[in-house]
């Protein structure tokens, strides 16, 4: 008889982040004859999560945590280990780390496997103290980009035979035919004269930043310059609103969030991502996939996505300016905005595809179950 090997994934809200689109990833592209997937989170709404659940992963959401130790979340994570007796616990996350590294050991799950998905330059000493704590009952710790692994080594001192890299992948693209778009277009009332920059993300502008590509447009004063936003978040009508006191309120196209982002994707001429801080930047890798050249800060993973004066360009965070300047220079030169598309792509295929990530993330579990001698114990 061949048992299934069962992994928990411990990761934070399920709603439209990068760490829940990985999860879905993994969902799709692991052998669902080999593997089962359940995930414990702290709230899960939206597309992604049923999505996740039509790909037969289990949700179970148990509130938001109040501090890192509160046993009583604790106790129901442990609750589900005893019940469901995984093979791997992935924690992802700060909270899912903690989920992870504290239910892993008192769970006694052979193997653990920590994930730092943020680009958490301004994490506080308390936290990383925490997460000192936490490495230690760990088998592995992934970095999703090479400077979030900076970090870890740097500032966590997570020892260099735990400490691995792998990188974000983007789901499989789809076809999108030629007439949906031009549909879409109409419906959006974009006209062939338009220029379009995109945008995709939660609409928390603290962290996204789009507000600082309204006012990069702005700056550039052409009326045909137009935003095509794809996203829902808690700070899309105060954005709207920023537009109307910029004048731009007929320049901000919102379509709110989409499961199928690949119309919009075709519809964009540049693509743009001003974050003040972003562990990897799933939507950059996504836009290149598309061909796009990318605009973007030079921060967390993004400054390892892109490469500057190749796929695109990468400006200082907190700066309209810059952005203004490397959007119009695209503008100006159609030939480099081709150009650094095709580069892009070229490189989005080799180091960011979905089929490699899902390869580096299962050799990772059946190493780490061989070398726990638990994998035996899985096969017939």
């Known amino acids: 008889m061949t048992y299934k090997i069962r992994i928990l994934h411990c990761i934070e809200t399920i709603s439209s982040g990068g760490v829940e689109q990985t999860r879905l990833t993994l969902a799709k592209w692991l052998d669902k004859d080999k593997y089962e997937l359940k995930i414990i989170c702290t709230w899960a709404g939206g597309a992604i999560a049923e999505a996740l659940e039509n790909e037969g992963v289990e949700l179970i959401p148990i509130g938001s945590f109040k501090h890192p130790f509160e046993w009583s979340k604790h106790r129901q994570v442990r609750h589900v280990i005893q019940d469901y007796k995984p093979h791997i616990i992935h924690g992802a996350i700060f909270e899912g780390m903690s989920m992870a590294a504290i239910g892993g050991k008192l769970g006694k799950v052979p193997v653990v496997i920590l994930e730092e998905t943020s680009d958490p330059q301004n994490r506080s000493q308390k936290a990383i103290w925490l997460q000192r704590l936490w490495v230690k009952t760990a088998d592995k710790v992934i970095g999703i980009a090479p400077a ?7 500032k966590v001192h ?33 006209k062939d004269t338009d220029i379009i920059i995109g945008s995709v993300g939660r609409v928390y502008d603290q962290v996204k930043r ?10 550039l004063d052409n009326p045909n310059i137009k935003l095509l936003l794809v996203g829902e978040g808690p700070d899309l009508e105060s954005l709207k609103r920023k537009a109307e006191g910029l004048g731009l309120e007929k320049q901000l196209i919102p379509v709110g969030y989409q499961e199928n982002t690949a119309p919009y994707y075709r ?14 930047g799933l939507v950059a890798a996504e836009a290149m996939m598309h061909q796009l050249p990318v605009v973007a800060t030079k921060v ?3 400054q390892n996505v892109v490469v500057d004066g190749e ?8 700066s309209p300016q810059a952005l203004a300047e490397k959007i119009q220079h695209l503008i100006d030169h159609p030939e480099l905005r081709n150009q650094f598309g095709q580069a892009g792509y070229d490189r989005a295929k080799k180091h ?12 990772l579990y059946l190493g780490l179950l061989r070398e726990k001698g638990v994998l035996r114990h899985c096969e017939g």
Request: hydrophobic fraction near 45%.
């Open 148 to 154: 979030v692994v900076g970090f870890l080594r740097d």
């Open 267 to 280: 519809m964009m001429d540049v693509f743009c991502i001003a974050s003040a801080h972003e562990g990897f």
């Open 311 to 318: 796929t695109g360009f990468l400006v200082p965070p907190y």
């Open 300 to 302: 967390g993973g993004l």
């Open 210 to 219: 789009f507000s600082d590509i309204l006012e990069a447009i702005k700056l």
């Open 352 to 363: 960011y595809s979905a089929e490699r990530y899902v390869k580096e993330v299962e050799e």
């Open 158 to 190: 997570v020892p260099e035979r735990k400490l691995m890299l792998i990188n974000n992948g983007v789901g499989e693209l789809r076809e999108v035919a030629a007439e949906t778009v031009s549909k879409l277009r109409e419906a959006l009332r974009i």
